[in-house]
């Protein structure tokens, strides 16, 4: 934020899912669910599955402990201005941005950013930003409930929650509707869940797996990627295939993501863009 008031943001997208870049270094702008949401309005704002406010670990709350391990925070929120744990997508862009920026240089191409979910460690490549996050922890099955077709799925925690659902045979995926939430079991999900529907494609290259998938996200509805979903859809698709670890392709409408599931962490890589820069004029909601 100037000193003036204006506030500058960055529009990014990783694999479509997109997302508008609040610079805001000593944490002064005063981020309201109201201005998220107004920000994200496809129509009366400058539209995007979430926000993305990027200020000094030591100068947010949740951030702060974080500080000595990394310098900034990924103060994440969804388009209807509820916050989230992790997004995995908004991490690359959100790496993307600071270097691209300057305001911060991968030491050893490694670049550390805190997070609701504990620190995140990227590798910046020109086109790919990869980001290691948790590995993804299967909780167990639940259900869910798309236009009267009840799917069971796998419950998935990558810091954020999400349930799996493969796909039975004879259901397309390219033909389900998601302009409506699914319904899930809200004893298994208390704070909502972001579900995931996938199916098996052809194999790819050497990749131990390839699935496809589209998402209804907690918050932001149906995007064209979400990265924590693709990593949770590829942890499901190695235990499937009775794997402990492993690299599976994730392909998504927005394109195309990598996910390695290794011991102890899954790192998620794909391309991560900025596409505009501008001034926000009417930033009071
Ligand atoms: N698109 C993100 C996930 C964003 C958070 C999610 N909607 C939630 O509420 O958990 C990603 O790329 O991981």
């Not at 508008?20 to 995007?48: H, K, M, N, Q, W």
């Not at 989230?84 to 691209?100: D, H, I, S």
Request: hydrophobic share 40%; proline share 6%; aromatic share 4%.
């Amino acid at each position: 934020m100037g000193d003036d008031g204006a506030v500058e943001f960055t529009k990014g997208h990783g694999t479509g899912n997109d997302f508008v870049i609040l610079p805001d270094p000593d944490g002064r702008l005063e981020l309201t669910a109201d201005l998220v949401a107004a920000l994200c309005d496809r129509r009366r704002g400058l539209g995007a599955d979430g926000v993305l406010r990027v200020v000094r670990a030591a100068k947010h709350p949740e951030g702060a402990g974080q500080a000595g391990e990394a310098e900034w925070f990924m103060d994440y929120w969804n388009a209807d201005g509820s916050f989230a744990e992790m997004c995995g997508n908004g991490a690359r862009v959100f790496v993307r941005y600071l270097t691209e920026t300057g305001l911060a240089a991968p030491t050893g191409r490694i670049l550390p950013v805190a997070t609701r979910a504990g620190v995140v460690r990227a590798r910046v490549g020109p086109e790919t930003i990869a980001v290691e996050m948790r590995r993804p922890t299967l909780t167990g099955s639940s259900t869910a409930v798309l236009d009267g077709l009840r799917l069971t799925g796998t419950a998935v925690d990558v810091g954020n929650p999400h349930l799996v659902c493969a796909l039975p045979a004879g259901v397309d995926l390219a033909a389900l509707d998601l302009t409506r939430a699914p319904e899930y079991d809200a004893t298994v999900f208390p704070s909502g869940v972001n579900v995931e529907f996938s199916t098996p494609a052809e194999p790819v290259g050497d990749a131990d797996g390839h699935v496809l998938m589209r998402v209804y996200e907690r918050g932001s509805a149906e995007t064209l990627s979400c990265g924590t979903g693709a990593c949770a859809v590829g942890a499901v698709a190695l235990r499937d295939a009775g794997r402990d670890t492993g690299t599976v392709v994730v392909d998504v409408p927005g394109g195309r993501l990598t996910v390695t599931v290794a011991e102890d962490s899954c790192w998620l890589a794909g391309p991560a863009v900025l596409v505009a820069t501008g001034t926000l004029t009417a930033h009071r909601p």
